[in-house]
């Protein structure tokens, strides 16, 4: 579905959620540990989400899902920096029920953008915010701009980060061909 089969962006946003709220809460939560942590971060990503609201071009594709997997994880990472960096005092441990189930894989959807066997293992051994950046631009093809606004960084630092990662990937790629002897 196409952004303009909604009336208003309230619509669409709602669609968006109804669709991927789930596979946002599994993502949250396989990162927090925590079921209510994790609903908060799907709130956040939501809010990120809707200031992007202009890159989703259909809510159907891979490359709308994978953009608000990749804001949700990021979000959830943030939130778990800044929480390890508070200060923290329990007064009594508590007892989490799972409620959203299972174990998520964070990387279950890099194989879906198209890249070879060899180029998805390469990957795996890339830091997750380099092969975040490398999928987005050659996954989805989103510009340098859009992928600065989408994980609110510079976009000098995503030219920079996609450099640093290219230059990486093809070092792992020569290490792998040394290794067998090609």
């Given at each position: 579905?196409?952004?303009?089969?909604?009336?208003?962006?309230?619509?669409?946003?709602?669609?968006?959620?109804?669709?991927?709220?789930?596979?946002?809460?599994?993502?949250?939560?396989?990162?927090?540990?925590?079921?209510?942590?994790?609903?908060?971060?799907?709130?956040?990503?939501?809010?990120?989400?809707?200031?992007?609201?202009?890159?989703?071009?259909?809510?159907?594709?891979?490359?709308?899902?994978?953009?608000?997997?990749?804001?949700?994880?990021?979000?959830?990472?943030?939130?778990?920096?800044?929480?390890?960096?508070?200060?923290?005092?329990?007064?009594?441990?508590?007892?989490?029920?799972?409620?959203?189930?299972?174990?998520?894989?964070?990387?279950?959807?890099?194989?879906?953008?198209?890249?070879?066997?060899?180029?998805?293992?390469?990957?795996?051994?890339?830091?997750?915010?380099?092969?975040?950046?490398?999928?987005?631009?050659?996954?989805?093809?989103?510009?340098?701009?859009?992928?600065?606004?989408?994980?609110?960084?510079?976009?000098d630092t995503v030219r920079k980060r996609l450099s640093r990662a290219r230059?990486?990937?093809?070092?792992?790629?020569?290490?792998?061909?040394?290794?067998?002897?090609?």
């Amino acid at each position: 579905m196409s952004p303009k089969d909604f009336e208003i962006d309230a619509d669409l946003i709602e669609a968006l959620f109804l669709r991927y709220r789930k596979t946002m809460q599994r993502i949250a939560n396989a990162i927090v540990k925590d079921v209510h942590e994790a609903d908060d971060i799907v709130s956040l990503a939501m809010i990120k989400i809707m200031k992007n609201i202009g890159k989703i071009d259909n809510i159907d594709t891979d490359r709308c899902k994978h953009f608000i997997m990749v804001i949700t994880k990021n979000t959830a990472l943030s939130e778990l920096s800044k929480k390890k960096n508070r200060k923290t005092v329990i007064f009594a441990p508590t007892e989490m029920v799972n409620i959203v189930g299972g174990n998520i894989d964070l990387h279950e959807f890099e194989g879906a953008y198209g890249f070879s066997e060899e180029i998805t293992t390469l990957l795996a051994e890339l830091k997750e915010g380099d092969k975040d950046i490398l999928c987005l631009k050659y996954g989805d093809d989103y510009s340098d701009t859009e992928i600065s606004e989408i994980l609110e960084i510079k976009e000098d630092t995503v030219r920079k980060r996609l450099s640093r990662a290219r230059k990486r990937l093809g070092e792992i790629l020569e290490a792998e061909r040394c290794a067998r002897g090609l």
